[in-house]
């Protein structure tokens, strides 16, 4: 039976992950980590950073054609990217 000061191990490492301010580094490992796997491996290859701050995933390419092409899709990006993450982790995307 738990007590007052019990709670679930999610919570306690969520609250680990915050007070470290940790959180915006794991999901930026997450997102590389499923990158190629949401993108395609064309894609993957022409990436050459990826990091989130402030809830604003940046993308750096060494493609100016596919960054433009990409500039079309950010919405549909941005959805992609939370719906593998199983949270609402990023709002904008900045490509450069």
């Not at 007052?4 to 590389?32: C, F, G, H, W």
């Not at 960054?67 to 199983?86: I, P, Q």
Request: proline residues 2%.
């Amino acid at each position: 039976m738990k007590t007052r000061m019990e709670k679930p191990l999610k919570n306690t490492i969520k609250d680990i992950l915050k007070s470290y301010q940790l959180e915006e580094k794991l999901m930026a490992v997450r997102v590389k980590s499923c990158w190629g796997k949401l993108m395609g491996p064309s894609i993957m290859g022409h990436t050459t950073d990826i990091y989130i701050k402030n809830r604003k995933l940046f993308l750096k390419f060494d493609s100016a054609s596919l960054r433009k092409e990409l500039s079309y899709s950010r919405e549909k990006v941005v959805k992609m990217v939370n719906e593998e993450l199983g949270d609402n982790i990023v709002d904008e995307i900045i490509l450069s």
